[in-house]
């Protein structure tokens, strides 16, 4: 780590002590958005990490981006996650992919003041394979018209954009997807289910429909450069999130092995502390080596993205490796302290829960062998019809 990335870790322990560990539980009780916390996150300048400075950002850094969500992920994984989702999920697209007036409009907003942006992809029909999408998008004039309905939208109810993906217009020779910056007020924009999830309860999950909503030609993300590449976008942001979810992981079973570490000191059973006992001083060992290699697997991806180095691969071990074995180890640390650890009113209950979604969310840990197993055996050519 640079001098400059150690003073960003310790800032953003700080800031996971002061605001987001003592609100954890409370917000994973009522269900509440962290409204007052992320306003903080943007007024002290976390949201910038990791965004041009042209746009208001500190500059590119994906270790330092990493950092503050490990750092926070070890506070509550809902701060974490929060902040790995809406920090870096809709300004990061339209940065990599909008047209300059886009950028110069919508990053600002979140680095400086917060505005949340939802990415909207996922439907009933299409979850690991993207495509299976519905929503349509047609031409009408210098707008097009949107319809469909998505699922598991992560702040759905409280953004303020919606950044959504749809069908191309076959009618006017359009091809592929696209996507579109809506305003989460315009007419035909509502507000479906809201999910009652198992953990991280402190960030909504939604559906959000859309019926015959009018958006400007303008709004397509990259402007008419963009048009039908929406699919090819989303793959080009989907390797950098992954990352981002097994910082998360490794966050949350960092924080329960210091835990399950102290409690094991502490408790003492027959006369002796429960960790004199070599098949728990075993497991401890086993924890820690766990979390060290989840660690490696993480930093060395976000360290070739950084680098502009093809890290697709090493982005999917990442998050396979540290949100299985990150798992494990909020599983170990729960049994370390044993009734303690099953009760509602102790944090390991919490995290227990909170971290099964890292294996599921940004493509699930069996989507991940595939693009690991994509890399590692060649594909025969595809056979090409001979023109008669």
Known sequence: ?????????????QFAAQYCEPEAAELDETHEFLHDTWKKMAEVGLLRVNHGEQYGGTGHDAIGEMIV????????????????????????????????????????????????????????DAGSDA?????????????????????????????????????????????????????????????????????????????????????????????????????????????????????????????????ALTYSGERKQFGKPINANQGLAWELAEMATKLDMSRLLVYRAAWMEQQGLPFSKEASMAKLYATKFGRKVVNSALQIHGGYGYMHDYPLERMYRDIKITEIYEGSSEIQKVVIANHLIPRPPKKTEKKK
Do not use: W
Request: glycine fraction near 12%; include cysteine.
């Open 69 to 124: 969500i490990e750092e926070l992920s070890k506070a509550s994984l809902t701060h974490g996650a929060t902040y790995a989702l809406l920090a870096n999920g809709f300004p990061t697209f339209i940065e990599k992919f909008g047209t300059e007036e886009q950028k110069m409009e919508f990053i600002p907003q979140v680095l400086n003041d917060g505005v949340i942006g939802s990415f909207c992809l996922t439907e009933p």
């Open 1 to 13: 780590m640079t001098k400059e990335q150690e003073l960003l870790r310790k800032m953003a322990a």
């Open 131 to 259: 495509t299976g999408i519905h929503t349509t998008s047609v031409r009408d004039g210098d707008d097009y018209i949107l319809n469909g309905t998505k699922c598991f939208i992560t702040a759905g109810n409280i953004a303020k954009y919606h950044l959504v993906v749809a069908i191309a217009d076959t009618k006017a020779g359009e091809r592929g997807f696209n996507g579109f910056i809506v305003d989460a007020d315009a007419p035909g924009v509502s507000v479906g289910k809201i999910e009652n999830k198992m953990g991280l309860r402190g960030l909504p999950t939604t559906e959000l429909i859309f019926e015959d909503v009018r958006v400007p030609a303008s709004r397509m993300l990259g402007g008419p450069a963009g048009c039908g590449k929406m699919m090819k976008f989303a793959l080009g942001t989907l390797d950098a999130a992954r990352i981002g979810t097994g910082a998360q992981a490794l966050g949350v079973a960092t924080a329960a092995f210091q835990r």
